[in-house]
């Protein structure tokens, strides 16, 4: 019999499948959110990511770290310095213990830049190229 932390783990990988297939795995393997490409994503932090038509990024979050915070930064190359938010800094936070609702989209973030990470507990947790 399979320990439950293996078999939570091969549920997780079968549901990270399903999600990323809903989005656009490309024919390249290249997983595809909107205009942009997935460079890295751990997914046992993030269950999924949406662009609304008006260009709002949004997250869905493992139940387990909703209530964490994510630190937002931005750039205009990849391996290039942060540029600023136009609220000032270049870390964007969305505190931890907002009462964010499990299985509910949340984190939205709009931005023109082309590379965007969202990090977790200093931990790189999303990766993000604009790449239309």
């Known amino acids: 019999?399979?320990?439950?932390?293996?078999?939570?783990?091969?549920?997780?990988?079968?549901?990270?499948?399903?999600?990323?297939?809903i989005h656009g795995l490309s024919a390249s393997g290249k997983v595809h959110?909107?205009?942009y490409e997935a460079l890295s994503i751990n997914s046992d932090v993030i269950r999924g990511v949406k662009v609304d038509d008006g260009?709002?990024?949004?997250?869905?979050?493992?139940?387990?770290h909703r209530e964490r915070e994510i630190i937002v930064r931005?750039?205009?190359?990849?391996?290039?310095?942060?540029?600023?938010?136009?609220?000032?800094?270049?870390?964007?936070?969305?505190p931890a213990n907002q009462d964010k609702q499990a299985n509910a989209w949340t984190d939205w973030i709009e931005t023109e830049a082309a590379?965007?990470?969202y990090w977790m507990n200093n931990r790189k947790i999303l990766h993000l190229k604009k790449v239309s």
């Open 55 to 64: 260009g709002k990024i949004w997250l869905l979050l493992n139940p387990e």
């Open 74 to 94: 931005i750039s205009n190359e990849e391996g290039a310095g942060y540029r600023d938010w136009d609220t000032g800094g270049k870390d964007l936070v969305s």
């Open 33 to 35: 959110f909107g205009p």
């Open 115 to 117: 590379y965007i990470e």
């Open 1 to 21: 019999m399979l320990p439950v932390k293996a078999i939570k783990r091969s549920f997780l990988f079968i549901l990270a499948g399903f999600f990323l297939g």
